[in-house]
Protein backbone atom coordinates (compact mmCIF):
# COMPACT_ATOMS: atom_id res chain seq x y z
CA UNK A 1 0.00 0.00 0.00
CA UNK A 2 2.40 2.78 -1.27
CA UNK A 3 -0.14 5.49 -0.91
CA UNK A 4 -0.99 5.19 2.72
CA UNK A 5 2.52 4.09 4.04
CA UNK A 6 5.60 6.35 4.48
CA UNK A 7 8.70 4.22 4.50
CA UNK A 8 11.38 5.62 6.96
CA UNK A 9 14.17 4.48 5.05
CA UNK A 10 17.98 4.53 6.32
CA UNK A 11 17.49 6.78 9.14
CA UNK A 12 13.66 7.54 10.29
CA UNK A 13 12.32 10.82 10.16
CA UNK A 14 11.30 11.06 13.77
CA UNK A 15 10.75 14.25 15.55
CA UNK A 16 14.22 14.18 17.03
CA UNK A 17 15.76 14.06 13.30
CA UNK A 18 12.93 16.66 12.02
CA UNK A 19 14.73 18.81 14.84
CA UNK A 20 18.27 18.07 14.07
CA UNK A 21 17.99 18.81 10.33
CA UNK A 22 15.86 21.83 10.35
CA UNK A 23 16.70 24.13 7.38
CA UNK A 24 19.04 26.98 8.35
CA UNK A 25 17.03 30.09 8.89
CA UNK A 26 18.38 32.66 6.47
CA UNK A 27 17.75 36.74 6.55
CA UNK A 28 15.60 36.51 3.46
CA UNK A 29 11.94 35.71 2.45
CA UNK A 30 12.36 31.78 2.78
CA UNK A 31 10.53 32.26 6.17
CA UNK A 32 7.51 33.13 4.58
CA UNK A 33 6.98 30.25 2.01
CA UNK A 34 5.80 26.90 2.75
CA UNK A 35 5.78 24.16 0.26
CA UNK A 36 5.36 20.61 -0.97
CA UNK A 37 6.52 18.86 -3.54
CA UNK A 38 7.76 15.50 -5.10
CA UNK A 39 5.83 11.96 -3.02
CA UNK A 40 5.53 13.67 0.22
CA UNK A 41 7.56 16.35 1.07
CA UNK A 42 6.67 19.69 3.24
CA UNK A 43 8.48 22.25 4.12
CA UNK A 44 6.68 24.36 6.44
CA UNK A 45 7.32 28.37 7.21
CA UNK A 46 9.30 27.61 10.30
CA UNK A 47 11.98 25.70 8.34
CA UNK A 48 10.91 22.06 9.42
CA UNK A 49 10.96 19.29 6.12
CA UNK A 50 8.99 16.66 7.14
CA UNK A 51 7.56 13.31 5.31
CA UNK A 52 3.61 12.85 5.05
CA UNK A 53 1.87 10.79 1.72
CA UNK A 54 -1.49 11.51 2.65
CA UNK A 55 -4.31 11.40 -0.45
CA UNK A 56 -6.92 12.98 1.01
CA UNK A 57 -7.96 16.71 0.58
CA UNK A 58 -5.82 18.26 3.27
CA UNK A 59 -5.54 22.27 4.72
CA UNK A 60 -2.49 23.37 3.73
CA UNK A 61 -2.11 26.80 5.56
CA UNK A 62 -5.19 28.81 7.14
CA UNK A 63 -5.68 31.95 8.86
CA UNK A 64 -6.39 30.67 12.14
CA UNK A 65 -5.99 33.92 14.15
CA UNK A 66 -10.18 34.84 13.80
CA UNK A 67 -13.23 33.67 13.82
CA UNK A 68 -13.71 34.33 10.15
CA UNK A 69 -10.43 33.20 8.56
CA UNK A 70 -9.11 35.79 5.73
CA UNK A 71 -8.15 32.83 3.33
CA UNK A 72 -7.53 29.07 3.19
CA UNK A 73 -5.68 27.15 0.68
CA UNK A 74 -6.54 23.29 0.31
CA UNK A 75 -4.98 20.34 -1.32
CA UNK A 76 -5.33 17.13 -2.59
CA UNK A 77 -3.03 14.14 -4.25
CA UNK A 78 -3.32 11.57 -6.31
CA UNK A 79 -1.68 9.01 -8.45
CA UNK A 80 -0.55 9.37 -12.02
CA UNK A 81 1.25 6.52 -13.29
CA UNK A 82 2.54 5.23 -10.43
CA UNK A 83 3.46 8.38 -8.75
CA UNK A 84 1.54 11.61 -6.70
CA UNK A 85 0.81 14.47 -8.20
CA UNK A 86 -1.15 17.81 -6.60
CA UNK A 87 -4.50 17.08 -7.84
CA UNK A 88 -5.90 20.66 -7.36
CA UNK A 89 -5.63 23.47 -5.03
CA UNK A 90 -8.47 25.67 -3.85
CA UNK A 91 -8.00 28.86 -2.20
CA UNK A 92 -10.75 30.69 -0.04
CA UNK A 93 -10.65 34.77 0.58
CA UNK A 94 -13.84 35.93 1.85
CA UNK A 95 -16.48 34.55 -0.10
CA UNK A 96 -14.46 33.76 -2.97
CA UNK A 97 -13.71 30.20 -3.67
CA UNK A 98 -10.97 30.13 -6.10
CA UNK A 99 -10.36 26.10 -7.43
CA UNK A 100 -7.31 24.89 -9.43
CA UNK A 101 -6.97 22.46 -11.65
CA UNK A 102 -5.13 21.17 -14.59
CA UNK A 103 -7.78 22.00 -17.24
CA UNK A 104 -10.29 24.68 -15.59
CA UNK A 105 -9.84 27.06 -12.88
CA UNK A 106 -13.18 28.36 -11.64
CA UNK A 107 -14.37 31.09 -9.06
CA UNK A 108 -17.27 29.65 -6.80
CA UNK A 109 -18.18 26.98 -9.37
CA UNK A 110 -18.01 29.26 -12.32
CA UNK A 111 -15.67 28.92 -15.11
CA UNK A 112 -12.96 31.78 -15.63
CA UNK A 113 -10.36 32.91 -18.48
CA UNK A 114 -6.87 33.53 -17.30
CA UNK A 115 -5.83 36.43 -16.36
CA UNK A 116 -8.60 36.64 -14.38
CA UNK A 117 -8.76 39.62 -11.86
CA UNK A 118 -11.30 40.03 -9.05
CA UNK A 119 -12.24 41.04 -5.88
CA UNK A 120 -8.57 41.81 -5.21
CA UNK A 121 -7.03 38.77 -6.76
CA UNK A 122 -5.46 37.86 -9.58
CA UNK A 123 -4.94 34.36 -11.23
CA UNK A 124 -2.56 33.74 -13.98
CA UNK A 125 -0.70 31.06 -15.64
CA UNK A 126 2.90 30.84 -17.74
CA UNK A 127 4.22 27.94 -19.27
CA UNK A 128 5.22 26.40 -15.85
CA UNK A 129 2.94 27.78 -13.00
CA UNK A 130 -0.36 28.80 -11.92
CA UNK A 131 -0.17 31.95 -9.79
CA UNK A 132 -2.74 33.35 -7.47
CA UNK A 133 -2.19 36.27 -6.30
CA UNK A 134 -4.33 38.52 -3.37
CA UNK A 135 -4.05 42.17 -1.74
CA UNK A 136 -4.66 40.32 1.54
CA UNK A 137 -1.10 38.98 1.14
CA UNK A 138 -1.13 36.03 -0.30
CA UNK A 139 0.48 34.74 -3.25
CA UNK A 140 -0.09 30.86 -4.07
CA UNK A 141 2.21 29.35 -6.94
CA UNK A 142 1.13 25.02 -8.58
CA UNK A 143 3.59 23.78 -11.08
CA UNK A 144 0.64 21.84 -12.64
CA UNK A 145 2.29 18.69 -11.28
CA UNK A 146 3.93 17.60 -7.88
CA UNK A 147 4.99 21.20 -6.58
CA UNK A 148 2.90 24.17 -4.35
CA UNK A 149 4.28 27.34 -2.84
CA UNK A 150 2.33 29.35 -0.61
CA UNK A 151 4.08 32.58 0.44
CA UNK A 152 2.45 34.89 3.15
CA UNK A 153 3.22 38.38 4.75
CA UNK A 154 4.51 39.05 7.84
CA UNK A 155 1.19 40.30 9.36
CA UNK A 156 0.03 36.68 9.53
CA UNK A 157 3.31 35.68 12.18
CA UNK A 158 1.50 33.18 14.87
CA UNK A 159 -1.49 33.33 13.21
CA UNK A 160 -1.39 29.71 10.55
CA UNK A 161 -2.45 26.69 10.98
CA UNK A 162 -2.23 23.57 8.69
CA UNK A 163 0.43 21.56 7.17
CA UNK A 164 2.64 24.79 6.63
CA UNK A 165 2.63 25.12 10.93
CA UNK A 166 1.89 28.18 12.72
CA UNK A 167 4.42 30.82 11.43
CA UNK A 168 5.45 31.77 14.57
CA UNK A 169 9.60 31.47 13.60
CA UNK A 170 10.27 28.75 15.68
CA UNK A 171 10.66 25.21 14.66
CA UNK A 172 9.07 22.13 15.44
CA UNK A 173 6.89 23.58 18.42
CA UNK A 174 3.40 23.31 18.16
CA UNK A 175 3.99 21.67 15.00
CA UNK A 176 5.01 18.39 15.99
CA UNK A 177 4.31 18.71 20.09
CA UNK A 178 0.84 17.76 20.78
CA UNK A 179 -0.22 18.48 24.80
CA UNK A 180 3.53 18.04 26.08
CA UNK A 181 4.35 15.01 23.72
CA UNK A 182 6.08 14.92 20.46
CA UNK A 183 4.12 13.42 17.72
CA UNK A 184 4.86 11.89 14.22
CA UNK A 185 4.44 13.85 10.62
CA UNK A 186 2.09 11.50 9.80
CA UNK A 187 0.37 12.18 13.12
CA UNK A 188 0.33 15.91 12.48
CA UNK A 189 -0.69 15.29 8.76
CA UNK A 190 -3.66 13.78 9.73
CA UNK A 191 -4.78 16.30 12.46
CA UNK A 192 -4.88 18.41 9.19
CA UNK A 193 -7.16 16.35 7.15
CA UNK A 194 -10.67 18.30 5.46
CA UNK A 195 -13.46 15.55 5.96
CA UNK A 196 -15.83 16.06 2.46
CA UNK A 197 -18.81 13.88 2.21
CA UNK A 198 -18.74 10.96 0.19
CA UNK A 199 -15.04 11.16 0.35
CA UNK A 200 -13.45 7.71 0.88
CA UNK A 201 -9.86 8.08 1.28
CA UNK A 202 -7.06 6.70 4.02
CA UNK A 203 -5.06 8.13 6.39
CA UNK A 204 -1.68 6.90 6.14
CA UNK A 205 1.16 4.99 8.57
CA UNK A 206 4.04 4.48 9.40
CA UNK A 207 6.12 1.34 8.00
CA UNK A 208 9.81 1.21 8.71
CA UNK A 209 12.12 0.26 5.98
CA UNK A 210 15.94 0.07 5.01
CA UNK A 211 17.90 1.17 1.96
CA UNK A 212 21.28 2.61 0.88
CA UNK A 213 20.34 5.35 -0.95
CA UNK A 214 22.02 7.77 1.64
CA UNK A 215 24.95 8.21 -0.92
CA UNK A 216 23.87 8.52 -4.26
CA UNK A 217 21.65 11.96 -2.68
CA UNK A 218 24.84 13.19 -0.82
CA UNK A 219 26.86 13.31 -3.88
CA UNK A 220 24.50 15.50 -6.13
CA UNK A 221 23.49 17.89 -3.35
CA UNK A 222 27.17 18.41 -1.87
CA UNK A 223 28.88 18.82 -4.83
CA UNK A 224 30.94 21.90 -6.05
CA UNK A 225 28.02 23.26 -8.61
CA UNK A 226 25.47 23.52 -5.65
CA UNK A 227 27.82 25.50 -3.27
CA UNK A 228 25.86 28.80 -3.98
CA UNK A 229 22.78 27.01 -2.32
CA UNK A 230 24.35 25.37 0.48
CA UNK A 231 25.82 27.94 1.78
CA UNK A 232 22.66 29.54 2.53
CA UNK A 233 20.08 26.54 2.44
CA UNK A 234 21.21 23.86 5.03
CA UNK A 235 20.75 20.37 2.08
CA UNK A 236 20.45 17.61 5.05
CA UNK A 237 16.84 18.04 4.89
CA UNK A 238 16.46 17.27 1.62
CA UNK A 239 18.85 14.84 1.36
CA UNK A 240 16.59 13.03 3.39
CA UNK A 241 13.56 13.80 1.20
CA UNK A 242 15.51 12.50 -2.09
CA UNK A 243 16.48 9.48 -0.10
CA UNK A 244 12.59 8.94 0.89
CA UNK A 245 12.00 9.31 -3.15
CA UNK A 246 14.83 6.84 -4.02
CA UNK A 247 13.07 4.36 -1.41
CA UNK A 248 9.57 4.63 -3.04
CA UNK A 249 10.53 4.04 -6.43
CA UNK A 250 10.27 0.67 -8.33
CA UNK A 251 12.17 2.06 -10.80
CA UNK A 252 15.79 3.88 -10.04
CA UNK A 253 16.15 5.21 -13.45
CA UNK A 254 12.70 7.32 -13.19
CA UNK A 255 14.18 10.71 -12.95
CA UNK A 256 10.73 11.34 -10.45
CA UNK A 257 12.60 9.62 -7.70
CA UNK A 258 15.13 12.80 -7.36
CA UNK A 259 14.47 15.38 -9.38
CA UNK A 260 11.92 16.69 -7.56
CA UNK A 261 13.48 17.30 -4.41
CA UNK A 262 16.64 18.99 -6.57
CA UNK A 263 13.74 20.59 -8.07
CA UNK A 264 12.09 22.54 -4.56
CA UNK A 265 16.32 22.71 -3.47
CA UNK A 266 16.77 24.91 -6.34
CA UNK A 267 13.53 26.86 -5.63
CA UNK A 268 14.42 27.06 -2.12
CA UNK A 269 17.85 28.31 -3.32
CA UNK A 270 17.01 31.21 -5.53
CA UNK A 271 14.37 32.49 -2.75
CA UNK A 272 17.10 32.99 -0.46
CA UNK A 273 19.05 34.78 -2.95
CA UNK A 274 21.26 32.23 -4.15
CA UNK A 275 22.27 31.03 -7.91
CA UNK A 276 21.06 27.27 -8.49
CA UNK A 277 23.28 25.86 -11.47
CA UNK A 278 21.20 24.48 -14.59
CA UNK A 279 21.65 20.80 -13.55
CA UNK A 280 18.83 19.63 -15.88
CA UNK A 281 20.03 17.89 -19.25
CA UNK A 282 18.17 16.30 -22.56
CA UNK A 283 18.43 13.01 -20.33
CA UNK A 284 17.94 13.75 -16.52
CA UNK A 285 15.17 15.77 -15.27
CA UNK A 286 14.63 17.61 -18.70
CA UNK A 287 11.59 20.01 -18.84
CA UNK A 288 10.12 21.49 -22.05
CA UNK A 289 9.26 24.70 -22.83
CA UNK A 290 7.20 26.04 -25.40
CA UNK A 291 8.10 28.05 -28.44
CA UNK A 292 11.75 29.18 -28.95
CA UNK A 293 11.58 29.64 -24.90
CA UNK A 294 14.51 28.03 -22.48
CA UNK A 295 14.00 26.42 -19.29
CA UNK A 296 16.23 28.38 -16.15
CA UNK A 297 16.69 27.07 -12.68
CA UNK A 298 16.69 31.10 -11.67
CA UNK A 299 15.31 33.81 -14.01
CA UNK A 300 12.50 36.97 -13.67
CA UNK A 301 9.24 35.96 -13.57
CA UNK A 302 8.88 39.50 -15.38
CA UNK A 303 8.79 39.21 -19.00
CA UNK A 304 9.82 41.37 -21.32
CA UNK A 305 7.61 41.46 -24.80
CA UNK A 306 7.28 43.47 -27.92
CA UNK A 307 4.21 46.18 -25.65
CA UNK A 308 6.27 46.28 -22.63
CA UNK A 309 9.90 45.75 -23.22
CA UNK A 310 11.38 47.13 -19.70
CA UNK A 311 9.18 44.93 -17.69
CA UNK A 312 12.28 43.44 -16.19
CA UNK A 313 13.79 46.62 -15.87
CA UNK A 314 11.51 47.57 -12.74
CA UNK A 315 10.55 44.17 -11.62
CA UNK A 316 10.61 43.49 -7.75
CA UNK A 317 9.53 39.81 -7.79
CA UNK A 318 12.17 37.80 -6.75
CA UNK A 319 13.84 35.35 -9.11
CA UNK A 320 12.48 31.78 -9.62
CA UNK A 321 12.21 28.55 -12.38
CA UNK A 322 10.93 28.67 -15.70
CA UNK A 323 10.59 28.94 -19.31
CA UNK A 324 12.16 32.33 -20.51
CA UNK A 325 13.65 34.08 -23.68
CA UNK A 326 17.13 34.10 -24.48
CA UNK A 327 19.39 37.10 -23.94
CA UNK A 328 18.79 39.77 -26.25
CA UNK A 329 15.37 38.85 -27.51
CA UNK A 330 11.78 39.90 -26.41
CA UNK A 331 8.55 37.82 -25.67
CA UNK A 332 6.29 38.60 -29.33
CA UNK A 333 3.08 38.73 -27.24
CA UNK A 334 1.12 39.99 -30.75
CA UNK A 335 1.37 37.59 -33.26
CA UNK A 336 2.47 35.02 -31.07
CA UNK A 337 5.62 34.33 -32.65
CA UNK A 338 7.73 33.02 -29.43
CA UNK A 339 11.05 34.80 -28.53
CA UNK A 340 12.35 37.20 -31.09
CA UNK A 341 15.01 40.28 -31.48
CA UNK A 342 13.76 43.51 -30.40
CA UNK A 343 14.10 44.75 -33.94
CA UNK A 344 11.65 42.58 -35.07
CA UNK A 345 8.27 43.72 -33.41
CA UNK A 346 5.51 44.81 -34.88
CA UNK A 347 3.22 47.35 -33.53
CA UNK A 348 -0.67 47.24 -32.94
CA UNK A 349 -3.73 49.93 -33.42
CA UNK A 350 -6.75 48.28 -34.57
CA UNK A 351 -4.73 45.98 -36.61
CA UNK A 352 -0.91 44.83 -37.12
CA UNK A 353 2.02 47.14 -38.40
CA UNK A 354 4.98 46.37 -39.08
CA UNK A 355 8.45 47.72 -38.48
CA UNK A 356 8.71 50.83 -40.86
CA UNK A 357 4.88 50.97 -41.47
CA UNK A 358 2.78 53.84 -40.63
CA UNK A 359 -0.43 54.94 -39.69
CA UNK A 360 -2.61 58.48 -39.94
CA UNK A 361 -4.83 59.89 -37.64
CA UNK A 362 -6.30 63.74 -38.17
CA UNK A 363 -3.82 65.23 -36.54
CA UNK A 364 -1.35 63.15 -36.11
CA UNK A 365 1.14 60.53 -38.30
CA UNK A 366 2.77 57.35 -36.42
CA UNK A 367 5.75 55.31 -37.44
CA UNK A 368 5.98 51.63 -35.48
CA UNK A 369 9.58 51.49 -34.88
CA UNK A 370 10.98 48.09 -33.06
CA UNK A 371 7.36 47.60 -31.40
CA UNK A 372 6.76 51.18 -30.28
CA UNK A 373 5.08 54.19 -32.11
CA UNK A 374 7.24 57.21 -33.19
CA UNK A 375 4.33 59.64 -33.54
CA UNK A 376 4.75 63.49 -34.65
CA UNK A 377 1.60 66.33 -34.83
CA UNK A 378 0.93 66.94 -38.89
CA UNK A 379 0.01 70.62 -39.75
CA UNK A 380 -3.33 71.22 -40.06
CA UNK A 381 -5.43 74.25 -40.95
CA UNK A 382 -6.62 76.68 -37.85
CA UNK A 383 -9.24 79.29 -38.00
CA UNK A 384 -9.73 82.80 -35.98
CA UNK A 385 -12.95 84.98 -37.16
CA UNK A 386 -14.71 87.75 -36.11
CA UNK A 387 -18.01 87.83 -37.16
CA UNK A 388 -20.98 90.58 -36.83
CA UNK A 389 -18.34 92.91 -35.64
CA UNK A 390 -18.42 91.25 -32.34
CA UNK A 391 -18.09 87.18 -32.17
CA UNK A 392 -14.86 86.42 -32.02
CA UNK A 393 -13.67 82.21 -32.77
CA UNK A 394 -10.11 81.31 -31.46
CA UNK A 395 -7.48 79.52 -33.39
CA UNK A 396 -8.62 76.67 -30.57
CA UNK A 397 -11.67 77.06 -31.15
CA UNK A 398 -13.10 78.85 -28.24
CA UNK A 399 -16.06 81.20 -28.56
CA UNK A 400 -16.40 84.69 -27.12
CA UNK A 401 -18.22 88.53 -27.83
CA UNK A 402 -16.39 91.88 -27.38
CA UNK A 403 -17.73 94.68 -28.35
CA UNK A 404 -14.79 97.36 -28.73
CA UNK A 405 -13.88 101.01 -30.10
CA UNK A 406 -10.46 100.85 -31.45
CA UNK A 407 -8.21 98.78 -33.26
CA UNK A 408 -7.35 95.38 -31.61
CA UNK A 409 -4.20 93.06 -33.04
CA UNK A 410 -6.38 90.04 -34.27
CA UNK A 411 -3.26 88.19 -34.50
CA UNK A 412 0.22 88.31 -34.28
CA UNK A 413 2.58 85.37 -36.18
CA UNK A 414 6.15 85.34 -35.71
CA UNK A 415 8.07 83.36 -38.59
CA UNK A 416 8.62 79.72 -38.14
CA UNK A 417 11.67 79.81 -40.58
CA UNK A 418 13.34 81.70 -43.47
CA UNK A 419 10.99 80.95 -45.95
CA UNK A 420 8.16 81.89 -43.62
CA UNK A 421 5.95 85.17 -43.09
CA UNK A 422 5.72 87.44 -40.57
CA UNK A 423 3.51 89.61 -39.89
CA UNK A 424 0.81 91.02 -37.25
CA UNK A 425 -3.42 91.35 -38.14
CA UNK A 426 -5.01 94.73 -36.63
CA UNK A 427 -8.83 95.36 -36.50
CA UNK A 428 -10.77 98.28 -36.11
CA UNK A 429 -14.04 97.56 -33.98
CA UNK A 430 -16.21 100.50 -33.99
CA UNK A 431 -20.54 100.87 -32.58
CA UNK A 432 -22.33 100.32 -35.40
CA UNK A 433 -23.79 104.09 -37.56
CA UNK A 434 -27.67 102.68 -37.35
CA UNK A 435 -27.43 100.29 -34.43
CA UNK A 436 -26.53 101.96 -31.21
CA UNK A 437 -25.83 98.98 -29.24
CA UNK A 438 -23.69 96.58 -31.60
CA UNK A 439 -20.35 96.38 -32.82
CA UNK A 440 -19.12 96.74 -36.93
CA UNK A 441 -15.79 96.00 -38.25
CA UNK A 442 -14.68 98.85 -39.96
CA UNK A 443 -11.15 98.14 -40.55
CA UNK A 444 -8.41 95.37 -41.41
CA UNK A 445 -4.65 96.20 -41.34
CA UNK A 446 -1.99 93.75 -42.72
CA UNK A 447 1.55 94.67 -41.19
CA UNK A 448 4.50 92.74 -43.10
CA UNK A 449 7.06 91.91 -41.14
CA UNK A 450 5.72 94.18 -38.16
CA UNK A 451 6.51 97.20 -40.17
CA UNK A 452 3.86 99.93 -39.66
CA UNK A 453 5.05 101.42 -42.86
CA UNK A 454 5.11 98.39 -44.98
CA UNK A 455 1.19 97.93 -44.46
CA UNK A 456 -2.09 97.01 -46.19
CA UNK A 457 -5.22 98.78 -45.32
CA UNK A 458 -8.69 97.32 -46.16
CA UNK A 459 -11.83 99.00 -45.48
CA UNK A 460 -14.66 96.86 -44.78
CA UNK A 461 -17.98 96.85 -46.01
CA UNK A 462 -19.18 93.10 -44.59
CA UNK A 463 -19.08 92.58 -40.56
CA UNK A 464 -17.32 89.66 -41.00
CA UNK A 465 -13.76 88.36 -41.36
CA UNK A 466 -12.35 84.51 -40.82
CA UNK A 467 -8.34 84.23 -41.30
CA UNK A 468 -7.27 80.93 -41.45
CA UNK A 469 -3.77 79.43 -41.12
CA UNK A 470 -1.67 76.59 -42.25
CA UNK A 471 0.63 75.71 -39.78
Known amino acids: MRGSSVGLCFLALTIAHVTEIQARWVSNHVSSICSTWGREHFKTFDGDVYQFPGMCEYNLVSDCHDTFPEFSVHMKRKENDGNPTVSYVVVTISDFVFHLSKDVVTVNDLPVKLPHYQA ?61 RKISPIEFGNIHKVHRPNDDCEDPYEEEDVSQEQNTCEEMLHAETWSSCTKLIEPEPYIQACVQDMCGCTNHSDDFCVCSTLSEFSRQCSHAGGEPPNWRTSEFCAKQCPFNMVYEESGSPCVDTCTHQDTSSFCEDHKMDG ?42 ECTCFEGRWACESLSTPSTCAVEEGSHVTTFDGKDFTFHGDCYYTLAKVERKDDSSPKFTILVKLVPCAHQEYDTCLKTLKILLNNDRNNHFVFLMFWFSFALVLLW
Open 120 to 180: GVQVERNAVYIKLQSKVGIIVMWNLDDAVMVEIDNDYTNRTCGLCGDFNGVPVYNEFLLDG
Open 323 to 364: CFCPPGTVFDDISMRGCIAQSECQCKHGKIYESGEVYRQERE
